[in-house]
């Protein structure tokens, strides 16, 4: 069936540097997308979402990119901070209630 | 902010006990689900409700059933403990609307051990 997976399963960013978490979706159809974010011990924290009208919608630090032609998502980081270090994960919605949840990318934050 | 509260963090039980996890929600949101969540399996959903006394199957259902008698509340029931359901178990809830997809927002989370 398909799915919702992640480029890298672990990226390691300095602090203050950029970070880029990359999502590669397969199904078409999906019209609305999620990043979580997931600390060690806590439930998924929402982050941000793109409906599948837009291309960028941004956030607090935060830039979400969808590219539909190449079926591609990413979330794009500012200024890493040490409160950064968590599961980042991608999820996607065909309308209906159901989420599918890509594997996770762990970002690790270099002090 | 929404606030999705589950039960227990932590949960030891014996395999085939009858386990409640309970969750509750404070937004009056309509949609409630249940999943696991395992390393390198990922967010499995279990079960959802859309409503009061309604639910549906998720993608893993076998061994579990849930009970909505009320709007916040949404309860996961694992009927036979097995080995196998030692898991990290998420309740999530989000809003209903006619047009456009909402997020849903998760709780911390039970740890459940089955030995």
């Known amino acids: 069936g398909e799915s919702v997976g992640l480029h890298l399963p672990t990226l390691s960013v300095q602090e203050g540097d950029n970070s880029i978490i990359n999502c590669a979706y397969s199904?078409?159809?999906?019209?609305?997308f999620i990043w979580y974010k997931q600390e060690s011990g806590k439930g998924p924290q929402f982050i941000i979402d793109?409906?599948?009208?837009?291309d960028k919608r941004q956030g607090q630090r935060v830039t979400v990119l969808l590219n539909k032609t190449v079926k591609h998502l990413s979330l794009q980081i500012a200024a890493t901070q040490p409160g950064d270090s968590a599961v980042y994960f991608c999820?996607?919605?065909?309308?209906?209630?159901?989420?599918?949840f890509g594997a996770g990318t762990t970002v690790t934050v270099r002090a | 902010d929404v606030k999705v509260t589950q039960s227990s963090r932590y949960l030891v039980k014996r395999t085939g006990e009858k386990v409640f996890l309970e969750c509750v929600q404070d937004?009056?949101?309509?949609?409630m689900f249940w999943y696991r969540q395992d390393p390198g399996l990922g967010l499995r959903l279990i079960y959802f409700?859309?409503?009061?006394?309604?639910?549906e199957k998720g993608d893993i259902p076998e061994g579990y059933s849930v009970s909505r008698e009320k709007k916040e509340r949404f309860s996961l029931i694992l009927e036979s403990a097995s080995t196998n359901q030692t898991s990290m178990y998420l309740c999530?809830?989000?809003?209903?609307?006619?047009?456009?997809?909402?997020?849903?927002?998760f709780g911390d989370g039970t740890r459940l051990s089955i030995l």
């Open positions: 999530a809830s989000s809003l209903e609307t006619l047009y456009s997809n909402q997020p849903q927002h």
């Open positions: 199904n078409s159809a999906s019209d609305y």
């Open positions: 793109i409906r599948s009208n837009m």
């Open positions: 999820a996607e919605n065909m309308n209906d209630y159901k989420l599918s």
């Open positions: 937004m009056d949101h309509e949609n």
């Open positions: 409700s859309y409503d009061v006394k309604m639910k």
